[in-house]
């Protein structure tokens, strides 16, 4: 599990054509705003984060009915003070409070996803790996999903593109493609490193990097995404060990 | 592995003075929302949604600068198509398209929180258990993160009542207290379940199930939240295995 290779984490190494993936970095602010609940006071909030000049990157709705609680990260807020007086003063707001950001808490997303035996390899691989880096100041969350089936494969690959932080994204099964394949392209396309295990179906022909071994494909895809390793993805994009 | 007791899964079955927690069903409505950026883009689409009577429940800003992608999760939307429509009407916006929400692709999420060694351990029982489950139609996620020290640690515990979907947490260490036993009560206030590993500190008496074996924690943590499994939490909460 050692460190080889060179430089720089992959995410600021995407080939030709891929866009960076958003949000992988801490917002400048990130409050929770609590209190009573009614209709229109989401929109009273957008109101005056727009007049702060704020950057809305995410927003939670953590409570509502009869209590509301709504987690916020904001980018480009101009007087972040002033923002929260903003806040209090809707009428039903009863208290806003700074907080650590999902950024600092859970850091980067590294998702895993297919078959609950080969799954459980790569988290176990991924986990101790990540734990190596997160003892030296990395941040890197494992998150795993066991599934069957073609299509609810493709929609769990797929939606990482959605989801808040996702860097990379482990295939871990015995046989994928169609719209798996397809969905690898898509994630791909949007910044997402894929690693996919050795097995049958078009999927590793799609993906950065086939690893056979799942503990090894868990701890390779740490080192890819994490700041603490060196370990450059393209010197060793598209092969297979 | 088999699935004991009776009843109701965890989520129906809070004790006293616990609230249901929020987002643990599908949204009426899951959609995408893609075309250009500019300043004010989320404040006219929260205008759009208030107008046809939604509840925001979540957003996620998949993509933004140059071209924008924004993911809206919603209920109580009166006229989906119309909403759609309005949507279509705002300057910058080129598309919207509907896709599966976040529930029906990755469903409930439990969190194991601790040592790498630990976490690894409760995540191959969680993942193996909730494979089980998933192949009969549930869906849980197993989400993990190895950390160090309390403050990080009462962090990640404590943020799991603003993570989406999240149902329980699996406190996965040596020796917890302080801090992480006061995120605890916080989360379990929430309507989070709390399993924790037999280890030394205070946390385990805060928890509502103490499971010695680390593979057995996240079997048992799965059985307590799958809607297909007949494991009522309330038969054994408080019980040391």
Do not use: C
Not at 90 to 111: E, H, N, W
Not at 148 to 158: C, F, I, K, M, S
């Amino acid at each position: 599990m050692g460190e080889p290779g060179s430089l720089s984490p992959v995410t600021t190494t995407g080939g030709p054509g891929r866009e960076e993936a958003p949000l992988r970095r801490p917002p400048q602010l990130a409050v929770l705003v609590e209190g009573g609940d009614r209709k229109g006071l989401l929109h009273d909030m957008t109101a005056a984060i727009l007049r702060h000049g704020g950057d809305i990157l995410s927003v939670e709705i953590v409570e509502r009915g009869v209590r509301s609680a709504v987690y916020w990260e904001l980018d480009a807020v101009r007087d972040p003070e002033s923002l929260e007086r903003a806040f209090l003063a809707i009428d039903v707001v009863a208290s806003v409070s700074r907080l650590p950001s999902m950024f600092q808490v859970y850091g980067k997303r590294i998702i895993v996803v297919g078959a609950g035996a080969q799954v459980g390899q790569v988290a176990i691989g991924a986990i101790g790996e990540a734990d190596r880096h997160n003892i030296r100041g990395e941040k890197i969350s494992v998150d795993t999903i066991p599934v069957v089936g073609e299509e609810n494969l493709a929609n769990a690959a797929r939606a990482v593109a959605r989801l808040p932080r996702a860097v990379a994204l482990v295939l871990a099964g015995s046989l994928m493609g169609g719209e798996v394949t397809e969905a690898v392209d898509q994630v791909r396309a949007r910044g997402i490193l894929v690693v996919s295990l050795n097995m049958a179906g078009s999927v590793p022909a799609h993906a950065d990097l086939v690893v056979t071994d799942p503990v090894q494909a868990g701890v390779m895809t740490v080192m890819a995404v994490a700041s603490t390793a060196r370990f450059d993805i393209e010197r060793i994009r598209g092969r297979r060990f």
